[in-house]
C-alpha cells in the first residue's frame, strides 16, 4: 500500500510552505523547462497524477484544455486544490497511483510532476497511462533525479578526498527513505536507463529527455539554486504513443 506521506500534519506544514506551493508554477524553476515540453493544451483531455494543490491543472484548463481530471492520494492536497479551484473544467479525486486505471484512450494528455518517484512499480502505471492515452497522446511528467535521488540514503553516503559523492549505490534499484520534513519518506530508485527503458517498453516514443539545471544567469538572480548545477535535482520526460496508421 502506498504511503500517504502527504496527510501527516507535520509533513503537509512543511511542504505547504515551499516556495513552489507558496507562489505556485512561478516558484518552481523548472515550470519554463516543462512548458517548453507541453503539447499545444487547445481542446485537450487531460489527466494530473498527483495534482497536489492543482496549480497546474489551473494553469492547463486556463491554455485552453477541455477538461483536467487532477487525482492525488492526500485527502490535504485534494481539499486544497478543491478548495483554489473555481473551474468546471477541472475535477479532483482521490486515487492511489499505484492500483489506479484510467478509461483506454480517454486522455490526450498525462501529466505529472514530482510524484512517479513515490510509485513502487513503474512498469505497471506506464502500461496503464499508454492505454489511457488516444493516438497520438502525450506522457509528459518530472520525478527526481536518479542521481539526486541515490544520496537519499544518507549512510550511504560517502566521502573521499573531502569530497561527497551522494551517488553510491546508484545501480541498486528500489526503495529509499530519506527525512524530508518527518522522518521515513518513501520514495523509489529507479536508474536513468530503467526510467527511460520502462517507457519504450510500454510502448512510448521519447520525444525528449531534460536533465534540468538552472542557467548562470537564474543562478545569480536566485543563489539558492547553485546546488542545482552541483548534480542534477529534476529529470523532465516527454513521450508519445504513437498515432493511429
Ligand atoms: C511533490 S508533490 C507534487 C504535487 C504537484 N504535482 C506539484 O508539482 O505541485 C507529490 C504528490 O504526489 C502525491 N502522491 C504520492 N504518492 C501517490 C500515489 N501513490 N498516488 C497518488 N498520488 C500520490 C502526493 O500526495 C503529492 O500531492
Known sequence: MAQNIYDDPDFFAGYSRLPRQVHGLDGAPEWPAIRALLPPLAGKRVADLGCGFGWAARWMSSAGAARVLGLDLSRNMIARAEADTADPAIAYQIADLDTLTLDDGAFDLVYSALTFHYIADFGRLARMIHAALAPGGDLVFTIEHPIFMAAAKPDWITTTGGKTWPVDHYADEGERRTDWFTNGVVKYHRTLGTTINTLIDAGFALRR?????????????????????????????????????
Do not use: G, I, N, S
Not at 537564474?218 to 496508421?245: F, G, S
Open 209 to 245: 529527455v531534460v536533465e534540468f539545471a538552472p542557467t548562470p544567469d537564474e543562478v545569480a538572480r536566485q543563489p539558492a539554486l547553485a546546488e542545482e548545477r552541483e548534480r542534477p535535482m529534476m529529470l523532465l520526460l516527454a513521450a508519445q504513443k504513437a498515432a493511429a496508421l
